[in-house]
Every structure is written in structure tokens, then in C-alpha cells.
């Protein structure tokens, strides 16, 4: 019960002097030198940025709003010309990255079989493609003689 009034009380406090509040969430000190320089220097950044930013969107609807008609009238032409352009550059990108790949490929078999060294996959592969090959000699009539 004690805490319960404790807490009403120093709400009527807060709500009868309102400042007493605000300075209680603010630091006890001031604000350091360096605080100070910081918002002195970043305030007009900030600001200039903001209004480049304003500015961009300004000329952004400009240009979008006297450029809605030329693209209405021109969309029969535009509208395939861009889809073409859209899949050529697809296609060059794609067959690019086929060829890099093929011949990362490539780099990594030549360099493997310089080693000198036959992957066992490899052997045991090469082996049973002879023995299917003898034996499909062996079931044709007048077959291969190994």
C-alpha cells in the first residue's frame, strides 16, 4: 500500500510541476564540448542534405510529369524496345557467366589431370565400362574378340 502511495504521490508532484519532470530524464550535466561541436557541424549537413534530397524529388515528379505523355504516345515502340533490350543484355549476361564457369571447369580438370592423379570414381568407371563392353562382345554373335 505504501509503495502504491509513494507512486501517486510523486505523480500529483510531476503533474503539478512539470519541469521537475523533464529535468529529471536529462542528464545532470551539461552538454560536453564535443557534443556541442557535433550538432553544430551536423545540424546544417543534415539540413543541406534534406533539402537536396527535396529538391531531387522535386525535379524527379517534374521530369516524371512532362515525360507521362511522350511515354503514352510512344509505348507501342518503347515498350518492345525495352523488353528486346531487356533480354539481349540476359542473354549476354547469362552466356557470360556459362563461359566463366566452363572454363573454371575446364582450368580445374586440366590442373587435377597435370597432378597425374585419376580420381578413383574415375577408374573404377573406366573399368566397368571395359567389362560391359567385353561382355556385349561376348552376347553378339560373331561379337569383338578381346
Avoid at 542528464?27 to 551536423?42: F, R
Avoid at 504516345?73 to 566463366?100: K, N, Q
Wanted: aromatic residues 6%; without cysteine; positive net charge.
Amino acid at each position: 500500500m505504501a509503495e502504491y502511495r509513494r507512486e501517486d504521490q510523486q505523480k500529483q508532484q510531476l503533474q503539478q510541476r512539470p519541469i521537475e519532470g523533464l529535468k529529471s530524464l536529462l542528464p545532470g550535466n551539461g552538454p560536453t564540448k564535443s557534443q556541442v561541436v557535433a550538432v553544430v557541424t551536423l545540424l546544417p549537413v543534415g539540413g543541406f542534405l534534406l533539402l537536396l534530397a527535396g529538391v531531387t524529388l522535386t525535379g524527379t515528379l517534374i521530369g516524371l510529369a512532362l515525360a507521362t505523355p511522350i511515354f503514352l504516345l510512344f509505348s507501342p515502340i518503347l515498350v518492345p524496345a525495352g523488353l528486346t533490350l531487356a533480354l539481349a543484355t540476359a542473354g549476354f549476361l547469362t552466356s557470360g557467366a556459362f563461359g566463366i564457369t566452363a572454363l573454371s571447369a575446364f582450368s580445374w580438370m586440366v590442373n587435377y589431370l597435370r597432378q597425374g592423379r585419376m580420381p578413383e570414381q574415375m577408374e573404377v568407371a573406366k573399368r566397368r565400362v571395359q567389362e560391359t563392353a567385353a561382355q556385349m562382345g561376348q552376347k553378339v554373335p560373331g561379337g569383338a574378340r578381346t
